[in-house]
Antibody, heavy 122, light 107 residues
Framework: QVTLRESGPALVKPTQTLTLTCTFS??????????VSWIRQPPGKALEWLAL???????YYSTSLKTRLTISKDTSKNQVVLTMTNMDSVDTATYYC??????????????WGQGTLVTVSS | DIQMTQSPSSLSASVGDRVTITCQAS??????LNWYQQKPGKAPKLQIY???NLETGVPSRFSGSGSGTDFTFTISSLQPEDIATYYC?????????FGQGTKVEIK
């Protein structure tokens, strides 16, 4: 059974760096073709794709956010970590991690975490 | 980046009505398009993948069609439990992009 769970601070101050951890089970990121992605959703707004990491440690980022994002994995712990620097109020959102079905990211998101709401406020 | 234009942004229909949502890509994405359903306070749930394939466990009243730049998502007979926001998403090219969503309500 595949599960993903996001963890991290619920509140961060402007200019701080956000670090979120996705802990998953039911699959391995060392399996050829496997990928995990981060997606966020500001309150009442649409989904926004942020980043993806694959089994081969290739990393891909949102065009508009790539200077602020870093994605990494710890295969032994079944974890994917997302950091976002210089947080601002517009980054207030629910952040989801998700697994991609299909080789090397060419497929749908078939499993999502429950999401974690991050509020940026002083 | 590929832009995904989804319409309408919201709709209201009666139980039993046929509901259609469209999604247009800014360039050819072949059939690399997925549809998700999101209920309030919940994570999205895959409904249709590769433009027209019904995800396992999803009721057959949901369907998808299209290729290239124009795609359609249809609920053949709207049910109360279908009240949600629906999103299209392309995965032809990274960065992936989502449509702006369509909120479906009961009239």
């Amino acid at each position: 059974q595949v599960t993903l769970r996001e963890s991290g601070p619920a509140l961060v101050k402007p200019t701080q760096t956000l670090t979120l951890t996705c802990t998953f089970s039911g699959f391995s990121l060392s399996t050829s073709g496997m990928c995990v992605s981060w997606i966020r959703q500001p309150p009442g707004k649409a989904l926004e794709w942020l980043a993806l990491i694959d089994w081969d440690d290739d990393k891909y980022y949102s065009t508009s956010l790539k200077t602020r994002l870093t994605i990494s994995k710890d295969t032994s712990k079944n974890q994917v970590v997302l950091t976002m620097t210089n947080m601002d109020s517009v980054d207030t959102a629910t952040y989801y991690c998700a697994r991609i079905r299909g080789y090397s990211g060419y497929g749908p998101i078939d499993y999502w975490g429950q999401g974690t709401l991050v509020t940026v406020s002083s | 980046d590929i832009q995904m234009t989804q319409s309408p942004s919201s709709l209201s229909a009666s139980v039993g009505d046929r509901v259609t949502i469209t999604c247009q890509a800014s360039q050819d994405i072949s059939n690399y398009l997925n549809w998700y359903q999101q209920k309030p306070g919940k994570a999205p749930k895959l409904q249709i993948y590769d433009a027209s394939n019904l995800e396992t466990g999803v009721p057959s009243r949901f369907s998808g069609s299209g290729s290239g730049t124009d795609f359609t998502f249809t609920i053949s007979s709207l049910q109360p439990e279908d009240i949600a926001t629906y999103y299209c998403q392309q995965y032809d090219n990274l960065p992936w992009t989502f449509g702006q969503g369509t909120k479906v309500e009961i009239k």
